[in-house]
């Protein structure tokens, strides 16, 4: 072999090394932009674990808010309640009843 031979196998080598870190650094680069993308990830998993449980909540609050309505509805149609509103709002009294108003102070 002569000089050229020497040559080429040193230029071989250094190409060779020059791929092996140019790979390298891609790999190194993946790694890096996958493990940034974890951890975001990672943050909106648990912003969405406290919004669904907040979110739970809430539908817990207007589960009983809706028993509630349910629960006035029935009495709202009762006799009870209709007596009540014709005496409270509209000033009516039974027939038999008698009103009994205070005298005013002087």
Not at 25 to 52: D, F, H, P, T, W
């Amino acid at each position: 072999m002569g000089i050229k031979g020497k040559r080429n196998r040193k230029k071989d080598r250094t190409g060779n090394r020059m791929a092996i870190i140019g790979i390298t650094m891609v790999v190194v680069s993946l790694g890096v932009v996958v493990n940034v993308k974890c951890i975001s990830m990672r943050q909106k998993n648990m912003e969405y674990q406290a919004r669904e449980e907040a979110l739970q909540q809430q539908y817990e609050q207007e589960k009983g808010r809706a028993e509630e309505l349910e629960e006035y509805q029935g009495y709202v149609q009762t006799r009870q309640y209709i007596e009540e509103v014709a005496k409270q709002k509209l000033g009516l009294v039974k027939p038999d009843e008698i009103v009994l108003k205070p005298a005013p102070k002087n």
